[in-house]
């Protein structure tokens, strides 16, 4: 009798200390607030595998949650977990967030357009970066609909807005599809021309939390646009094949990132634009991520003609779909240009998987 009630005792020890790591939910009422007279929320999707919240301010992902090979849980998006620390926010500005209207940067905050030039807000070594003072990012999003696995919002960017000509009227989807995606569409128009080049700023950490240089990283592109030491596109291209900065076949993040590379200022941070190689406006693959002890994957999918590509937190990694940076300025990129009686278009898949480990 004793030794069944030791066994027992063992079983139950046994499990309490193998217990599943499960979905945390953040507090609604964190990011119940108002800013400039709107009202901001957390809204929670679900497709019973990915659980994801978002608020309405900035349109952000503050959470997304998914299982390892054993069944545990892990938020592997960095975020905050209370409204006051995104809109106070004195670090990473874009953690979570969507970009633009003009996502990456313009070189000396100018443009010309029909023969008219634009100053923008400047807000980067004398550039512009991601729209902005404001952009799309420290704005409250309408929230047009929400279901179990999908929310609508809608933005409108009035003329003159950081600088930018013509009203913009953008809707953006978040959906977590049965295929276990993140989606996100956007779909833009304007009563006047102006340029357009929307994109997603998670910050991804298929572990949950740690390094991620040894995060396995492969690129389906070969060249990426050359940059000044501002980070800057100089209009020519190099091929990244046989160099640090090659990932075209998977390898650890970590592994090149302090090698030489004459567009590498030893910083130990990746943050370039990779020409994805594929058919501009199709859909293909632009990266699949691995994290080698969880078995956690993530491929991105994408319709647009690059990748940025940003590691300079350490903890995660931004993989960003995009138009080419200053192709405002680049006659030689595709156009960035809208028009009205045009729709801008781009689509982002996260597609997440879960294999066997690769390390323990």
Same mark, same amino acid.
């Given at each position: ?5 030791? $066994? ?15 979905? !945390? $939910?953040?507090?609604?009422? *964190? #990011?119940?607030?108002?800013? !400039? ?13 990915? +659980?994801?919240?978002?608020?309405? @301010? ?13 069944? !545990? ?11 006051? =620390? @995104? ?9 979570? /967030?969507?970009?633009?209207?003009? /996502? ?7 443009? +010309?357009? *029909? ?21 799309? &990012?420290?704005?409250?999003?309408? %929230?047009?609909?929400? +279901?179990?696995?999908?929310?609508? $919002?809608? /933005?409108?960017?009035? *003329? ?38 929307? =994109?997603?700023?998670?910050?991804? !950490? ?21 940059? *000044? ?7 020519? #291209?190099?091929?990244?094949?046989? +160099? ?14 302090? /090698? ?6 030893? =910083? ?20 699949? %991520? ?20 940003? =590691? ?20 030689? #990129? ?18 997440? &998987? ?7």
């Amino acid at each position: 009798m004793r030794k069944v009630l030791i $066994l027992a005792l063992c079983a139950m020890v046994l499990i309490g200390c193998t217990k599943k790591r499960e979905v !945390n $939910l953040m507090n609604v009422n *964190d #990011f119940n607030t108002e800013v !400039n007279g709107k009202k901001v929320s957390l809204y929670t999707l679900k497709n019973g595998y990915l +659980t994801m919240q978002v608020t309405n @301010y900035g349109g952000r992902v503050v959470s997304l949650w998914m299982p390892d090979f054993k069944g !545990n849980f892990d938020d592997i998006v960095v975020g905050y977990d209370n409204i006051d =620390s @995104y809109i106070n926010n004195k670090g990473e500005r874009y953690l979570g /967030a969507p970009v633009g209207r003009y /996502a990456n940067r313009i070189a000396k905050g100018e443009f +010309t357009l *029909d023969g008219k030039k634009y100053e923008l807000y400047k807000n980067n070594n004398g550039n512009t970066l991601h729209g902005g003072e404001f952009g799309i &990012d420290r704005i409250v999003w309408d %929230v047009k609909s929400v +279901t179990e696995d999908a929310i609508v $919002l809608h /933005a409108f960017l009035p *003329d003159g807005m950081d600088g930018f000509p013509g009203n913009l009227d953008i809707t953006m989807t978040y959906t977590l599809t049965p295929d276990n995606e993140f989606r996100v569409d956007y779909k833009a128009t304007t009563d006047a021309p102006t340029v357009c080049n929307l =994109s997603h700023h998670s910050f991804f !950490n298929l572990k949950g939390e740690g390094s991620i240089f040894d995060h396995d990283l492969m690129i389906n592109g070969k060249l990426i646009t050359v940059v *000044d030491d501002k980070l800057i596109p100089t209009g020519n #291209f190099i091929s990244v094949v046989g +160099t640090p900065m090659d990932f075209t076949k998977m390898k650890p993040i970590g592994r090149d990132v302090k /090698a030489y590379h004459p567009q590498m200022d030893n =910083s130990g941070c990746y943050d370039f634009n990779w020409v994805l190689n594929k058919p501009i406006g199709q859909m293909g693959l632009a990266a699949v %991520v691995s994290e080698p002890t969880t078995g956690r994957v993530m491929e991105v999918m994408t319709d647009q003609p690059g990748l940025q590509f940003y =590691s300079g937190m350490n903890t995660a990694i931004a993989l960003e779909t995009q138009q080419f940076p200053d192709s405002p300025n680049q006659p030689n #990129f595709p156009s960035t240009v809208l028009r009205p009686g045009e729709e801008y278009h781009h689509t982002c898949i996260y597609r997440f &998987d879960v294999k066997k480990p690769t390390k323990k």
